[in-house]
């Protein structure tokens, strides 16, 4: 008999397992909940810079400012590396680091340089032995537009500096609760686009204060940390979903667990009744 | 007044603001300056400051930390780094924290000179954030 003890302890250890992931499980679902919201609050912020910025550019000349200028040799690329502090969250941040090696097919000569947000990034990068220029850790879910500036800032040194040539932020794209793709933007030099075909109807001359020049300096940096921040915004939303299927599937393999653990259970008991009986009848027989 | 100016604020964080006024007056980098409907096209950045409006009599106030503010239309758009509603500010908890920045200020004036820079801005809105606050009071 396998040990009808055995199994029974099996299953109250698949049971409590299956609490735990139960209570990730919610937790994640209220986290994500917060998450989202802090992301749509964020959106109406994102739609009018977005637009201030494209409609300001198309009037300016690219070579006043250093980041819409591309770089004339690119030697080294910084990548600022979006992952979760923890664990149990599915393939969330495999997803970034398989992303950051097709990003280096694609510049197989380059030198690569990490801005690493989230300890498992970190951990990625310092394993495969890379050159970590800063590390955010332990924002665990609280992120404010403070962090996203400090994070910008210090990239945008860098870049002024010639330390970096370009800054891809690679992350996981909140797409819905239960899909995350791992994306690769490029943030600096920034591109706008082709200027579009003005048709003067569309364009409003708009009067400058102090002239565009000097407006476009000030609100370049303000839209790469902001590009940042949602890109946080996202990828912490992306991660509270991703652990939120990730235990859902535990709690579900669990209750499959404990539903063959238990006819193994009842199989072995059956046995062991079966035996007794065995044991009793031949027993009487041999009293005969 | 039939006319009326659309007053949108909105920080990274959230939105704080999206009303009807009759007149919105802004810290501009410039110098402060009014908007009242019928202003034209307009694109400013926007300093550490206080930006007023009014509606129905009523005169508001909000905190301003940088940002940008655009015109058209009657439509006043503002994109802060940081806002905060004049009503929605503790004045204790904004004395306080102008008491700690000014020592922060104090501390770094001898050492460094790039966060010197930094904490004196920091200083600058925590002062406006308690004048604000004290015209709630």
New interface residues.
């Given amino acids: 008999m396998a040990g009808m003890r055995d199994i029974k302890r099996k299953i109250s250890s698949v049971k409590n397992t299956q609490k735990i992931t139960n209570a990730m499980k919610m937790v994640s679902a209220a986290k994500l909940r917060k998450a989202q919201e802090?992301m749509e609050?964020?959106l109406?912020?994102a739609e009018?810079?977005y637009e201030?910025v494209t409609d300001?550019s198309k009037r300016v000349n690219p070579e006043i400012h250093k980041f819409l200028q591309p770089k004339e040799e690119v030697n080294t690329i910084g990548v600022v590396l979006i992952t979760s502090d923890r664990g149990l969250c599915g393939a969330f941040n495999s997803n970034v680091s398989k992303r950051f090696t097709s990003l280096k097919r694609e510049f197989p000569d380059k030198e690569f340089k990490f801005f690493c947000v989230g300890k498992k990034g970190y951990e990625f990068a310092r394993r495969q032995g890379y050159d970590i220029l800063e590390k955010y850790i332990s924002f665990s879910g609280k992120i404010?537009?403070n962090d996203?500036?400090d994070i910008g800032n210090n990239a945008a040194k860098m870049f002024n500096e010639d330390k970096i040539d370009e800054l891809y932020i690679i992350y996981n794209e909140f797409k819905s609760v239960a899909y995350q793709v791992a994306q690769a933007k490029k943030i600096l030099p920034l591109d706008i686009g082709e200027p579009e075909e003005q048709d003067s109807d569309s364009v409003?001359?708009?009067?400058?204060?102090?002239n565009a020049n000097?407006?476009v300096r000030?609100?370049i940096p303000?839209f790469i940390n902001?590009t940042i921040?949602s890109c946080l915004l996202e990828s912490i939303a992306g991660e509270h979903g991703s652990r939120m299927a990730a235990m859902d599937n535990a709690t579900r393999n669990a209750g499959e667990m404990i539903k063959k653990l238990t006819l193994n259970y009842n199989k072995a008991r059956q046995a062991a009744i079966t035996t007794e009986i065995l044991d009793i009848v031949n027993g009487a027989e041999a009293l005969k | 007044m039939a006319v009326k100016l659309k007053l949108?604020l909105?920080?990274?964080?959230?939105?704080l603001l999206d009303i009807e006024v009759d007149e919105v007056v802004a810290p501009?980098?410039?110098g402060d300056f009014g908007v009242l409907p019928g202003h034209?096209?307009?694109?400013?950045?926007l300093s550490i400051g206080e930006l007023i409006y009014k509606h129905d009599g009523n005169t508001e106030y909000v905190a301003i930390d940088k940002g940008?503010l655009?015109v058209?239309e009657d439509k006043v758009?503002v994109?802060a780094?940081?806002a905060e509603l004049g009503r929605e500010i503790d004045l204790e908890e904004a004395i306080r924290r102008k008491v700690e920045m000014e020592q922060a200020v104090n501390a770094s004036r001898k050492e460094d000179f790039e966060q010197f820079i930094k904490m004196e801005s920091e200083l600058k809105k925590e002062l406006m954030r308690v004048s604000i606050a004290e015209k709630y009071k």
């Avoid at chain 1, 409003?204 to 102090?210: A, F």
């Avoid at chain 2, 034209?40 to 950045?45: I, N």
């Fill in positions: 802090s609050s964020a109406p912020y009018k810079i201030v300001i404010t537009y996203a500036i409003i001359d708009y009067l400058y204060e102090p000097a407006l000030e609100i303000r902001f921040y | 949108e909105v920080s990274p964080e959230r939105k501009g980098v410039e034209t096209p307009f694109l400013t950045a940008f655009e058209n758009i994109l780094e940081s």
